[in-house]
């Protein structure tokens, strides 16, 4: 069974910091992009940043460019999603999500974590 | 970026009726759109993606179709469950949602 589990939300000040984890099991880590998606309270869905499922390549929406990074830890089966530079409008559920065909790196996503809360604010 | 329009914003149906749900791209984005389903305080579920491809364990009351800019997703015969918000999204140039459609009784 495919299961995704997001930690690491919590609340951070406006400019600070935070890192999510999504530790995945029940598939291949190693054969399917990663993605991050994010779900403001109340708001639609918005895409965050997808990553290859070697890590060698890396994508992101510009509303978060330069301040977020994505990564991975094969051997650990885990995604990262280092925030930086937090703004208060990133305040929202996180999500993380497997890609549907493995290789392609912005793909639909066919199983999603439970998420995250992050909420930035003093 | 490719802005994906979902009409109508709210949907109000009972059960057994057929619901039909429509996304509209700016610009072509071929087949490569999905539909996802949302219940409260659960992740999306995916339902359709390539427009027409029922994903693994999806009932067949939910079919999708269309291509270029103009896409459906038609539920034949809506059950309790179905009543939701539904989100489309495409993959031909970085990856965008729709704002959703809420089916509600």
């Known amino acids: 069974e495919v299961q995704l589990l997001e930690s690491g939300g919590g609340l951070v000040q406006p400019g600070g910091s935070l890192r999510l984890s999504c530790a995945a099991s029940?598939?291949?880590?190693?054969?399917?992009?990663m993605t991050w998606v994010r779900q403001a309270p109340g708001k639609g869905l918005e895409w965050v940043s997808s990553?290859?499922?070697?890590?060698?390549?890396?994508y992101y929406a510009d509303s978060v460019k330069g301040r977020f990074t994505i990564s991975r830890d094969i051997s650990k089966n885990t995604v990262f999603l280092q925030m930086n530079s937090l703004r208060d409008d990133d305040s929202a559920v996180y999500y993380c999500?497997?890609?549907?065909?493995?290789?392609?790196?912005?793909?639909?996503?066919?199983?999603w974590g439970q998420g995250t809360l992050v909420t930035v604010s003093s | 970026e490719i802005v994906l329009t979902q009409s109508p914003a709210t949907l109000s149906l009972s059960p057994g009726e057929r619901a039909t749900l429509s996304c509209r791209a700016s610009?072509?984005?071929?087949?490569?759109l999905a539909w996802y389903q949302q219940k409260p305080g659960q992740p999306p579920r995916l339902l359709i993606y390539?427009?027409?491809k029922r994903a693994i364990g999806i009932p067949a009351r939910f079919s999708g179709s269309g291509s270029g800019t103009d896409f459906s997703l038609t539920i034949s015969s809506l059950e309790p469950e179905d009543f939701a918000v539904y989100y489309c999204?495409?993959?031909?140039?970085?990856?965008?949602f729709g704002g959703g459609t809420r089916v509600e009784i």
């Open positions: 999500a497997k890609g549907l065909e493995g290789l392609r790196v912005l793909d639909y996503s066919d199983y």
């Open positions: 610009q072509s984005v071929a087949s490569y």
């Open positions: 999204q495409q993959r031909t140039n970085w990856l965008t």
């Open positions: 990553i290859s499922n070697t890590g060698g390549s890396t």
């Open positions: 029940g598939f291949t880590f190693s054969s399917f992009a």
């Open positions: 390539d427009a027409s």
